[in-house]
């Protein structure tokens, strides 16, 4: 079936520490976007790529950053994590920048 | 800006009854819709979504939801809730001027037996 991947699904790091996180699809879709979602709350967009285009939410801290090498991977990178980083990390993807968004299982990912 | 609103930060019923969500939109022309189930852990799985035609839209699991613009409401329902249908819920719409999702707070629904 074509889906959403994300691993790994539970991410401990230290604090401080960079830690990635991945993202594929099988669904060759154009748009692939990047939540965090903290607990009890609506997941909030960090950024998302239309085909190659790196498009950054103003309220996105710079300690993320974004790789989209191809077509079906994206990565999330967190430089510096902090207490505050941890928190569920949603990938979805689409066809097109309005058309219907398909979400991954998530990474849970713990700050010690 | 576009947005929605979810009136009902928790719902608690009892397996076998009837469920609503209640979902308002702000929006001008006729906007695109749609509600998100997450179970504990999980990611957001559609259920089910509104862009136009038909006013009452099916989705899985048994839900449907009913467009009502001289309302500004997309309520989605169940008529026989089942346990494992405790989750969250998001209404979410995307916004005109950027195409990006706009979601609710979410409603929590819990099942009693």
């Known amino acids: 079936d074509a889906m959403v991947i994300q691993n790994p699904r539970y991410q401990v790091t230290q604090f401080g520490k960079p830690v990635t996180l991945s993202c594929s699809q099988t669904l060759n879709h154009n748009v692939m976007y990047w939540y965090q979602q903290k607990s009890s709350q609506a997941p909030k967009l960090l950024f998302h790529?239309?085909?190659?285009?790196?498009?950054n939410e103003a309220d996105t801290p710079d300690n993320f950053q974004s790789r989209r090498p191809n077509t079906s991977f994206c990565f999330l990178d967190i430089r510096s994590p902090g207490l505050g980083d941890a928190a569920m990390y949603l990938c979805?993807?689409?066809?097109?920048?309005?058309?219907?968004?398909?979400f991954g299982p998530g990474t849970r990912l713990l700050v010690l | 800006a576009q947005s929605v609103t979810q009136p009902d930060i928790h719902i608690t019923v009892s397996e076998g009854a009837s469920l609503e969500l209640r979902c308002n939109y702000s929006y001008g022309a006729t906007p695109y819709l749609f509600w998100y189930v997450q179970s504990p852990g999980q990611g957001l799985q559609l259920l089910l979504k509104y862009f136009s035609g038909d006013t009452l839209v099916q989705g899985i699991k048994g839900f449907e939801a009913e467009f009502k613009r001289s309302q500004s409401s997309f309520n989605l329902r169940k008529p026989s809730v089942h346990w494992s249908d405790a989750a969250e819920y998001f209404c979410?719409?995307?916004?005109?001027?950027?195409?990006?999702?706009?979601f609710g707070a979410g409603t929590t629904v819990t099942v009693r037996a």
């Open positions: 979805a993807t689409s066809i097109g920048p309005q058309e219907t968004q398909y």
């Open positions: 790529y239309y085909d190659k285009d790196f498009n």
């Open positions: 979410a719409v995307v916004r005109s001027n950027d195409y990006k999702l706009s």
